[in-house]
């Protein structure tokens, strides 16, 4: 079964983001096949995205009430939201959630986090300035879908009156309080870019149309990555969604025809070149493949996954030396994604190695993005450390 990339937003999206002045033109309808699709099961309501609930109004009203004077009022919610004795929030990455399910559930991926303290600062009158920070993306998988997100933040500025929060030119940067919800580095903060709501709420509906897909809700993940396109027709990464939805639908020409709009907006993105070229392979069109394929290997010869799905091979073959050093070589670009630990831990495990088995599913545990992750390694890790126990 062939990967398929998607750019998910759980942190940010890849490239593709023009600057605020430049016009958002709708791309042709040609692209969209409304046809070949069942109606969505429920129809999709952005004006939920950033809704306050009850239980958030009654939250604010509890924990921040009336600030003392002198009292930063952005302080005092970043405190109620993500101090350990407070809200108690916790990242995790298995789904993107409205401002409100976000605060129901205490939990939520990045652009989730981000989402949901928008909402309570607008509360709170407070200008909002979402940012695409510039860091390497990170790379994740579900089946044969790979999954790529990069980093967004929030800045807070001082509390406004009679103006929309989503204003952005009214935050002054030197004085804002920056929310991150993941560690990065004082040079990545520099050089954040801004990101109007327009694109946010695009961000959010190709996060679930990816993750509907994954789940195989496959005529629902289309209705939000059209949704996104509508809202943001800049934001190049829904049509790259759009395609693979097609692909998986067995739409082979209008997925041909949606990747190819998003590759023409952003030539030198891997991610695109990568998903049309199996696209071209599925209907036969080797030699215009080929030429795609001969500039992937040029902008990026090893490919996020290339030395895992090695090692993946290698331990198929029980070749279990080779796969160590296939996910070892992996885990040296990206030092902390837990599949890659995981796998580790079980090449040596097939080895005899205990003791590394051991740690790497420790920190598979420690590294994990969801709850559903942390929970299936501590289990097998509870199960290596009794094996353990009993062959001494």
Not at 118 to 134: G, K, S, T
Not at 162 to 182: E, H
Not at 339 to 352: D, P, R, S
Request: hydrophobic letters at 45%.
């Amino acid at each position: 079964m062939k990967p398929w990339a998607l750019m998910l937003c759980a942190a940010a999206f890849l490239s593709a983001c023009a600057s605020p002045q430049v016009a958002r033109v709708a791309p042709a309808q040609q692209l969209f096949h409304d046809q070949l699709f069942q109606p969505p099961a429920a129809p999709i309501d952005t004006t939920t995205v950033f809704a306050v609930s009850p239980a958030m109004h009654a939250y604010l009203q509890r924990e921040i009430g009336r600030p003392l004077p002198g009292r930063d009022v952005r302080r005092v919610l970043f405190d109620a939201l993500y101090r350990r004795d407070k809200l108690q929030l916790e990242y995790d990455a298995a789904l993107t959630r409205t401002a409100a399910e976000t605060f129901e559930a205490r939990a939520g991926n990045c652009l989730s986090l981000a989402i949901m303290t928008a909402a309570l600062a607008r509360e709170l009158d407070l200008p909002i300035l979402f940012q695409q920070v510039e860091m390497d993306e990170v790379w994740s998988r579900a089946g044969n879908l790979y999954f790529a997100s990069n980093h967004v933040n929030l800045s807070l500025g001082r509390p406004i009156t009679k103006q929309s929060p989503y204003m952005t030119d009214l935050v002054d940067q030197a004085n804002t309080l920056t929310v991150d919800f993941v560690p990065i580095s004082p040079n990545s903060r520099e050089a954040a870019r801004p990101l109007t709501e327009q694109t946010v709420l695009a961000m959010y509906l190709n996060n679930r149309a990816a993750e509907l897909l994954s789940a195989g809700q496959v005529d629902d993940a289309y209705w939000a990555a059209r949704k996104a396109t509508e809202i943001d027709p800049l934001f190049t990464n829904a049509y790259n969604t759009l395609g693979v939805i097609y692909q998986h639908h067995d739409n082979q020409p209008e997925a041909e025809q949606a990747l190819r709009y998003a590759l023409s907006q952003a030539p030198d993105n891997t991610i695109y070149l990568s998903n049309l070229a199996q696209t071209l392979e599925n209907a036969s069109k080797m030699d215009e493949a080929a030429v795609l394929r001969a500039r992937l290997a040029q902008l990026e010869p090893y490919p996020p996954f290339y030395f895992f799905n090695q090692g993946q091979e290698a331990m198929k073959l029980g070749d279990y030396h080779r796969a160590r050093a296939m996910f070892q070589r992996e885990l040296d670009r990206v030092p902390d994604y837990h599949e890659f630990h995981f796998w580790l831990a079980l090449a040596n495990y097939q080895l005899g190695n205990l003791r590394a088995a051991n740690l790497h599913m420790a920190q598979a545990m420690e590294n994990s993005t969801t709850r559903g992750d942390h929970d299936l390694y501590s289990a097998k890790l509870d199960r290596l450390r009794a094996y353990a126990a009993q062959a001494k």
